[in-house]
């Protein structure tokens, strides 16, 4: 197969989308992506620290499958992370092992989702592409984490690449079965996440006569279908009051579903914010943000250098695409965390990567010196704030999850083992560290109720986990407290300590 943008049919140079006839796996020039794709795995063993404890959310995700702790409140979640993780966590509780290993499926995937896109992009232009998006501080901070952002992101890139394929090549039948396991693959991890992100595909392919193809529709819907079932299913035979009950849940732990301009919060969260909620605080430094105000510029010279080249499907279609999937965390939700626009960085890589090359050679494909040389310098400016950013973000979340196990060792010296009961503050990462469960009384995370726990406190030891200036509740009046690292421990009475050597306590 010749790899060049200017061969296409006749025919689909119009808006009809790109030729992909001829395309063939051993294309030429894909070890520059798998390059990329193994750049991108050791940069996440050796940039984001292996040992690092796991997270919040991860806990939740990994307790479902995991012989370590009980499963904690899974609310609206989707299961897919944690079927992703089960064959390590199953029978290892090695953090560092599960690190390893999804920072090379994370680049295995990286590599088939840009591998997707063949005959529609250059591979020079999916390589760059794939290397902005893999650089980004927060696809190397999250892609080995046990999350589901980074699978929805390069899902929606494979599943849009080839919807393209399919759409341009009715014989190119592996596009279909492509496109059906993206889809699944999105469902699985996030359902809502992935019908913002194909909501673009859905609507070209059933209300505009160019684009209908039945063969394409059935292997979306099948894939959106397949991934989302266990999810629907569990709506309906779990306590969540079927679908629209499951839904309206998930809105309610997010604090309602709603006009909610969050533009601001998502940049106050590009300094290294994990979570931003509540968000305030000032804006972090230009040059930290520079490059997420660049994107958009971007991708409208991508769109204008698509339409002059008389090939506007191939690009047009991934930016609206990830505009659908950036729209409800810019400005339905009342908080922010980087990685909720994961899909919208990837979706913009390879039109942008477009965009760029085209800036820096000319019609005859020689470089333009200067054009080069500037382009050149401004990559090099981002990396190095990514870098930067990476860095501070890893150094302090691996302070704060070494803090939570040494209050899980302080819990232990105290008594509170399994099976045990923590609620409060930070309760739900603290009990999967300890190897408790965890309960909530109000809140997101509320299971429980305070005479449930109290009648709990007889049978095993329960604590409760506070503030030094705060008061415990009321069925907590009357239990041990405990100062540690900032923390007011409140132990049942059930709660036995462990004997020091030489028989103190």
């Known amino acids: 197969m010749a790899d060049s943008p200017n061969i296409t049919l006749t025919a689909v140079r119009r808006f009809s989308g790109p030729s992909v006839a001829?395309?063939?796996?051993?294309?030429?020039?894909?070890?520059?992506?798998?390059?990329?794709?193994?750049?991108?795995?050791?940069?996440?063993?050796?940039?984001?620290?292996?040992?690092?404890?796991?997270?919040?959310?991860?806990?939740?995700?990994?307790?479902?499958v995991s012989a370590h702790a009980p499963a904690a409140y899974f609310a609206p979640r989707a299961r897919g992370v944690s079927l992703?993780?089960?064959?390590?966590?199953?029978?290892?509780?090695?953090?560092?092992?599960?690190?390893?290993?999804?920072?090379?499926?994370?680049?295995?995937a990286l590599f088939l989702a840009l591998r997707a896109w063949r005959g529609v992009f250059p591979v020079r232009v999916r390589a760059l592409g794939g290397a902005l998006f893999a650089s980004l501080w927060i696809t190397l901070f999250y892609g080995p984490q046990a999350m589901p952002n980074y699978w929805v992101a390069v899902g929606a890139l494979a599943a849009t690449g080839c919807f393209l394929r399919a759409r341009a090549d009715r014989t190119d039948h592996s596009a279909l079965w492509?496109?059906?396991?993206?889809?699944?693959?999105?469902?699985?991890?996030?359902?809502?996440?992935?019908?913002?992100?194909?909501?673009?595909?859905?609507?070209?392919?059933?209300?505009?006569?160019?684009?209908?193809?039945?063969?394409?529709?059935?292997?979306?819907?099948?894939?959106?279908?397949?991934?989302?079932?266990?999810?629907?299913?569990?709506?309906?035979?779990?306590?969540?009051?079927?679908?629209?009950?499951?839904?309206?849940?998930?809105?309610?732990?997010q604090g309602g579903l709603g006009w909610d301009l969050a533009v601001a919060d998502q940049l106050r969260s590009l300094a290294g914010r994990a979570l931003c909620r509540p968000c305030t605080g000032p804006l972090p430094n230009p040059a930290v943000t520079a490059w997420w105000f660049a994107l958009p510029l971007f991708a409208v010279l991508a769109?204008?250098?698509?339409?002059?080249?008389?090939?506007?499907?191939?690009?047009?279609?991934?930016?609206?695409?990830?505009?659908?999937?950036?729209?409800?965390?810019?400005?339905?939700?009342?908080?922010?965390?980087?990685?909720?626009?994961?899909?919208?960085?990837?979706?913009?890589?390879?039109p942008v990567a477009d965009a760029l090359l085209q800036l820096v050679t000319a019609s005859d494909g020689r470089w333009r010196p200067v054009a080069a040389m500037l382009v050149a310098l401004g990559l090099a400016g981002h990396l190095a704030?990514?870098?930067?950013?990476?860095?501070?973000?890893?150094?302090?979340?691996?302070?704060?999850?070494?803090?939570?196990?040494?209050?899980?060792?302080?819990?232990?010296?105290?008594?509170?083992?399994?099976?045990?009961?923590?609620t409060g503050n930070e309760s739900v990462p603290i009990a999967f560290y300890t190897g408790c469960s965890s309960a909530a009384i109000s809140g997101s995370n509320a299971n429980t109720t305070a005479a449930a726990l109290t009648r709990t406190a007889v049978r095993q030891p329960v604590a409760y986990l506070g503030t030094p200036s705060g008061r415990p509740p009321s069925y907590a009046h009357g239990w041990a407290a405990h100062s540690f690292g900032g923390i007011r421990l409140y132990l049942s009475p059930r709660t036995v300590p462990t004997k020091a050597p030489g028989g103190r306590r």
């Not at 993780?85 to 295995?108: F, M």
């Not at 506007?312 to 909720?340: D, E, N, Q, S």
């Not at 150094?395 to 939570?404: I, K």
């Open 22 to 64: 001829g395309t063939s796996w051993r294309e030429r020039g894909q070890g520059l992506i798998a390059a990329v794709a193994a750049a991108f795995t050791l940069a996440q063993i050796f940039l984001v620290h292996p040992g690092m404890g796991l997270g919040w959310d991860e806990t939740v995700y990994v307790s479902q």
């Open 178 to 253: 492509g496109l059906a396991a993206s889809a699944a693959l999105m469902a699985w991890m996030r359902p809502t996440d992935a019908l913002w992100a194909t909501a673009p595909l859905l609507v070209l392919v059933v209300f505009v006569r160019r684009w209908r193809r039945p063969a394409v529709l059935i292997a979306l819907v099948a894939g959106l279908a397949a991934g989302a079932a266990e999810w629907i299913t569990e709506a309906y035979v779990a306590d969540y009051g079927g679908l629209l009950g499951r839904l309206a849940e998930g809105s309610r732990i």
């Open 385 to 422: 704030v990514q870098y930067t950013v990476l860095h501070r973000t890893v150094a302090r979340t691996v302070a704060d999850r070494r803090g939570w196990s040494r209050t899980a060792a302080e819990l232990h010296r105290l008594g509170v083992r399994p099976p045990c009961v923590l």
């Open 303 to 350: 769109a204008f250098v698509a339409a002059w080249h008389g090939r506007p499907a191939r690009t047009l279609v991934p930016l609206v695409c990830a505009a659908t999937a950036a729209f409800p965390y810019l400005f339905l939700i009342g908080y922010a965390a980087p990685r909720f626009l994961l899909p919208a960085y990837a979706l913009l890589a390879i």
């Open 84 to 108: 992703l993780v089960a064959p390590v966590t199953l029978w290892s509780s090695s953090t560092t092992l599960l690190r390893v290993t999804l920072a090379v499926l994370s680049g295995l």
